[in-house]
């Protein structure tokens, strides 16, 4: 069974990097047509993609977040990453990680999330 | 602003039929699949229904999907109380290459 989980720090300063990584188990990152990508839930508040990494390197950003964001990829270590710069308060969220299809909307699974609060 | 349109909220007793909108446009909506996740207080979301209206394995044949156009339904019949739960639409944008979400519906039994 596929699982997936976030790490990272949970608490960041303003204006600096948030980093985080998901590590996949029960499965390979290599898996051919698979997407694995990283969305955000600001408190009490919606769903927003953040950004996908094929395990080839290939990423797809959303455009608002684009100037910010960067995904990598460990295929030897079966993880991929986010880092977000210049973060400020409207970036806490619970991040999580998921898998998806290219061209699909259709995400399973999902890791089970992690805040990172951006404060001072 | 969620890109996809859904009620803030909806409600429902025991055993009833409720249904969730989802709005979108001809760039997700409209050429794409709408998949649906619900998600228990303090959980990641979980896909419910994918491809309009396919149910995933272990999920109960009480809800159900479908799509017209560029809109598209959840609906969830005999409404129980661990249906209680925030519910999202998703479909992939052409314009933005990336998955859109609705901005959720917090779903109440009475």
């Known amino acids: 069974q596929l699982q997936l989980q976030e790490s990272g720090p949970g608490l960041v300063k303003p204006s600096e990097t948030l980093s985080l990584t998901c590590t996949v188990s029960?499965?390979?990152?290599?898996?051919?047509?698979?997407?694995w990508g990283w969305i955000r839930q600001p408190p009490g508040k919606g769903l927003e993609w953040i950004g996908s990494?094929?395990?080839?390197?290939?990423?797809y950003y959303n455009p608002s977040l684009k100037s910010r964001v960067t995904i990598s990829v460990d295929t030897s270590k079966n993880q991929f990453s986010l880092k977000l710069s210049s973060v400020t308060a409207a970036d806490t969220a619970v991040y999580y990680c998921?898998?998806?299809?290219?061209?699909?909307?259709?995400?399973?699974?999902w890791g089970q999330g992690t805040l990172v609060t951006v404060s001072s | 602003q969620s890109v996809l349109t859904q009620p803030p909220s909806a409600s429902g007793t025991p055993g009833q039929r409720v249904t969730i909108s989802c709005s979108g446009s001809?760039?997700?909506?409209?050429?794409?699949?709408v998949n649906w996740y619900q998600q228990l207080p303090g959980t990641a979301p979980k896909l419910l229904i994918s491809?309009?209206?396919q149910r995933p394995s272990g999920v109960p044949d009480r809800f159900s999907g479908s799509k017209s156009g560029t809109s598209a339904s959840l609906a969830i019949s005999g409404l129980q109380s661990e249906d209680e739960a925030d519910y999202y639409c998703?479909?992939?944008?052409?314009?933005?290459?990336?998955?859109?979400f609705g901005g959720g519906t917090k779903l109440t039994v009475l």
């Open positions: 491809s309009n209206n």
């Open positions: 029960g499965g390979s990152i290599s898996s051919s047509s698979y997407y």
């Open positions: 998921a898998r998806h299809l290219l061209g699909s909307s259709k995400v399973d699974p």
């Open positions: 998703a479909a992939w944008d052409d314009s933005l290459n990336g998955p859109v």
């Open positions: 001809s760039s997700n909506i409209g050429s794409n699949t």
């Open positions: 990494i094929y395990y080839s390197g290939s990423t």
